[in-house]
């Protein structure tokens, strides 16, 4: 008889370990992180700050769409595809339908877009133009794969995008060809094939059906607005300040700021491997156990969001200028209260991320988009006054405390909106689900 506690049981119980959905969440959010930090390294290092700050420039529009894209089309879908009222399948179909038509709307934007950015930023505008719908093509087959707490789907998505982007940049850079245009055509190509796993993936999941066509649009449009709203302030908070930045102080300025940006963001596959997972589980949480075990869920991700955060934090503070210099180069150095500011205002952020998740459960996104406006209108209003005074590290402080404020205005929210939830019942354990189609 084998003995209990032997090296065959620690085996199986360190595999069941990487097979739960947290763990592979993490290892695919770190690929995809690390894939887009390790594109700002090679920019930097191949080409120069100039490029690198037009592709910053351009890589917040990307990001704001898939902002967009995630708050009008799969964030409502993850929500709402737990109701009993709804058939997942023929919800998912209207999704992919809400998608196409987004994807339609984007291009014939980008393509004015092309025509009217500065000469120097025409040749990475062209490239956009090619690449960003692929690129929310990928994005979205993997969010439809967490929405249904799918891991595998969004590994299957994302680890032949992340092998495909890095190899093609590092032949731009062996080739001497590497720049800002350069780079988004290796990522829309790149998410190419990312978007054809996801189709392939999704297909037995979706059905079309003209009847729920038009309630499955209203019921998105009606929760997703107030995300998207949030969702872009959002993005102006980290991405839009390129533009702030070159305005005041110029590209090179930019570069470096999106050198110090991307040194935080080595904390990205944690706070985004959370919110994936969290997200669609809060929802899930709410519906079936109500409003206390909702309360606990994100008490708890918030404790380890802020604990984790603050020892991220603490590293910067001793290791974050010198990696900057050592990835980018001489030029880049000498900025570590900015890089301790902006790690601040992140855990700030992760702390109010799990607060949201909650927020979207109960089914009032619009709080969300309030604090992020009252975010972005510290953050644009005093961030402006600080480039003057006090440069990019002005800048880091007023996005700290439009952080701070935000983080206050959820909170509060968050905690009227649990006292005036009265306990329910689970709504969908032994509930009817509508009828799937045939």
Same mark, same amino acid.
């Given at each position: 008889?084998?003995?209990?506690?032997?090296?065959?049981?620690?085996?199986?119980?360190?595999?069941?370990?990487?097979?739960?959905?947290?763990?592979?969440?993490?290892?695919?959010?770190?690929?995809?992180?690390?894939?887009?930090?390790?594109?700002?390294?090679?920019? #930097?290092?191949?080409?120069?700050?100039?490029?690198?700050? @037009?592709?910053?420039?351009?890589?917040?529009?990307?990001?704001?769409?898939?902002?967009?894209?995630?708050?009008?089309?799969?964030?409502?879908?993850?929500?709402?595809?737990?109701?009993?009222?709804?058939?997942?399948?023929?919800?998912?179909?209207?999704?992919?339908?809400?998608?196409?038509?987004?994807?339609?709307?984007?291009? &014939?934007?980008?393509?004015?877009?092309?025509?009217?950015?500065?000469?120097?930023?025409?040749?990475?505008?062209?490239?956009?133009?090619?690449?960003?719908?692929?690129?929310?093509?990928?994005?979205?087959?993997?969010?439809?794969?967490?929405?249904?707490?799918?891991?595998?789907?969004?590994?299957?998505?994302?680890?032949?995008?992340?092998?495909?982007?890095?190899?093609?940049?590092?032949?731009?850079?062996?080739?001497?060809?590497?720049?800002?245009?350069?780079?988004?055509?290796?990522?829309?190509?790149?998410?190419?094939?990312?978007?054809?796993?996801?189709?392939?993936?999704?297909?037995?999941?979706?059905?079309?059906?003209?009847?729920?066509?038009?309630?499955?649009?209203?019921?998105?449009?009606?929760?997703?607005?107030?995300?998207?709203?949030?969702?872009?302030?959002?993005?102006?908070?980290?991405?839009?300040?390129?533009?702030?930045?070159?305005?005041?102080?110029?590209?090179?300025?930019?570069?470096?700021?999106?050198?110090?940006?991307? @040194?935080?963001?080595?904390?990205?596959?944690?706070?985004? &491997?959370? #919110?994936?997972?969290?997200?669609?589980?809060?929802?899930?949480?709410?519906?079936?156990?109500?409003?206390?075990?909702?309360?606990?869920?994100?008490?708890?991700? =918030?404790?380890?969001?802020? @604990?984790?955060?603050?020892?991220?934090?603490?590293?910067?503070?001793?290791?974050?200028?010198?990696?900057?210099?050592?990835?980018?180069? =001489?030029?880049?150095?000498?900025?570590?209260?900015?890089?301790?500011?902006?790690?601040?205002?992140?855990?700030? #952020?992760?702390?109010?991320?799990?607060?949201?998740?909650?927020?979207?459960?109960?089914?009032?996104?619009? @709080?969300?988009?309030?604090?992020?406006?009252?975010?972005?209108?510290?953050?644009?209003?005093?961030?402006?006054?600080?480039?003057?005074?006090?440069?990019?590290?002005?800048?880091?402080?007023?996005?700290?405390?439009?952080?701070?404020? =935000?983080?206050?205005?959820?909170?509060?929210?968050?905690?009227?909106?649990?006292?005036?939830?009265?306990?329910?019942?689970?709504?969908?354990?032994?509930?009817?689900?509508?009828?799937?189609?045939?």
């Amino acid at each position: 008889m084998r003995r209990p506690g032997g090296a065959a049981d620690a085996l199986a119980r360190a595999a069941a370990t990487l097979r739960r959905p947290a763990v592979l969440a993490m290892f695919d959010q770190a690929a995809v992180s690390g894939a887009s930090f390790l594109t700002t390294v090679l920019i #930097g290092r191949f080409a120069d700050p100039q490029h690198l700050g @037009i592709y910053s420039l351009g890589w917040s529009v990307a990001l704001a769409l898939m902002a967009v894209q995630m708050s009008l089309v799969t964030t409502p879908y993850a929500v709402h595809h737990h109701q009993p009222h709804v058939c997942p399948r023929a919800y998912a179909g209207s999704t992919v339908i809400m998608q196409l038509a987004m994807l339609a709307a984007v291009l &014939a934007g980008l393509l004015v877009a092309c025509a009217i950015v500065p000469v120097a930023m025409r040749p990475a505008a062209w490239a956009m133009a090619l690449a960003v719908p692929l690129l929310l093509l990928r994005e979205f087959g993997r969010r439809m794969g967490y929405a249904r707490l799918s891991v595998v789907t969004a590994l299957a998505v994302d680890m032949p995008v992340v092998a495909l982007q890095i190899a093609g940049l590092a032949l731009l850079a062996a080739a001497g060809r590497l720049s800002a245009a350069t780079a988004f055509l290796a990522l829309g190509a790149a998410a190419a094939t990312g978007a054809a796993v996801g189709a392939v993936a999704l297909r037995r999941q979706i059905a079309f059906r003209r009847d729920a066509l038009g309630a499955d649009v209203r019921r998105s449009w009606a929760f997703g607005r107030w995300i998207a709203g949030a969702q872009v302030l959002g993005v102006l908070n980290t991405q839009g300040v390129f533009w702030l930045v070159a305005a005041v102080l110029g590209t090179v300025s930019t570069g470096v700021y999106a050198a110090c940006l991307a @040194i935080v963001l080595l904390c990205n596959p944690f706070m985004l &491997a959370v #919110g994936n997972i969290l997200t669609p589980r809060a929802a899930e949480t709410f519906a079936r156990h109500g409003p206390i075990a909702l309360r606990q869920l994100i008490a708890r991700a =918030a404790t380890v969001l802020a @604990i984790v955060m603050a020892l991220f934090c603490a590293a910067l503070f001793f290791g974050g200028d010198p990696l900057v210099q050592l990835l980018y180069g =001489a030029e880049y150095a000498g900025h570590r209260t900015l890089i301790v500011l902006l790690g601040l205002t992140f855990l700030v #952020g992760a702390v109010g991320m799990a607060i949201n998740d909650g927020i979207r459960a109960l089914g009032r996104a619009d @709080i969300e988009f309030t604090s992020t406006l009252l975010d972005s209108a510290i953050t644009v209003g005093l961030g402006l006054l600080g480039l003057y005074w006090l440069g990019l590290v002005g800048l880091a402080w007023a996005n700290l405390l439009g952080g701070v404020a =935000a983080l206050a205005l959820q909170a509060t929210a968050f905690r009227r909106l649990l006292r005036a939830t009265p306990p329910a019942e689970a709504t969908v354990n032994g509930s009817a689900r509508a009828q799937e189609p045939a």
